[in-house]
């Protein structure tokens, strides 16, 4: 079972959101450029959908308890076991719900899910630099700075540098039986 807070649960993303992501992607437009690139039509949804098929890739919608309204999106991207046992996340809010913390336990409920069930032990956060909403949000959450990726990944026709923030499993950890010596 995935985790849930008094004002939001996590949902798996699937096929069936596709109407609802999209129309909350282009309500969002603003609110995401020049951070991110979401995919807005049905046809770039379904393509988007395929790097979630090989489970390296999760996708999750943050609901609203109170309404079912999707706040926000967030993906945990390439999940590596061996001796990192880490991966990458990505998160977006969407703009009718942007503003009302929504995302900062949405983010929290994934973390959770990735330290305990996933047996995660690290994840990292990459962030363009003047995303300041983005960069509060892994500070209230306890991500350290580690450095500057430059040229890190293209976004809105550009390589843009971004911020390398990590968070490590909170201790006591059990790690995934993938971990060499376990």
């Known amino acids: 079972m995935l985790p849930m807070t008094p004002r939001v649960e996590l949902c798996p ?11 909350l992607v282009r309500a969002s437009q603003e609110l995401h450029q020049p951070w991110m690139q979401l995919p807005s039509t049905a046809e770039e949804f379904r ?42 996340i990505g998160y977006a809010a969407f703009a009718p719900s942007a503003g009302h913390g929504y995302m ?15 047996r995660l032990h690290r994840l990292e956060a990459n962030i363009q ?7 509060a949000l892994v500070r209230r959450l306890g991500f ?11 976004i809105d026709g550009a390589w843009r540098d971004h911020e ?18 376990v």
């Open 144 to 154: 350290r700075r580690e450095g500057l990726s430059a040229a890190y990944l293209w």
């Open 129 to 135: 630099p003047g995303n300041a909403a983005s960069l």
């Open 13 to 23: 993303l699937t096929l069936a959101d596709q109407d609802e992501f999209c129309a």
């Open 164 to 181: 390398r923030w990590a968070l490590t499993a909170p201790a006591p950890w059990t790690p995934d039986p993938s971990l060499p010596g």
């Open 47 to 88: 393509v988007w959908m395929h790097r979630f098929d090989d489970g390296t890739n999760l996708g999750f919608l943050v609901r609203v308890r109170k309404t079912g309204e999707a706040a926000g999106s967030v993906n945990i991207n390439s999940v590596i076991r061996g001796r990192y046992q880490g991966a990458s």
């Open 104 to 118: 900062t336990e949405g983010v929290a409920a994934v973390l959770r899910h990735a330290f305990t069930e996933l």
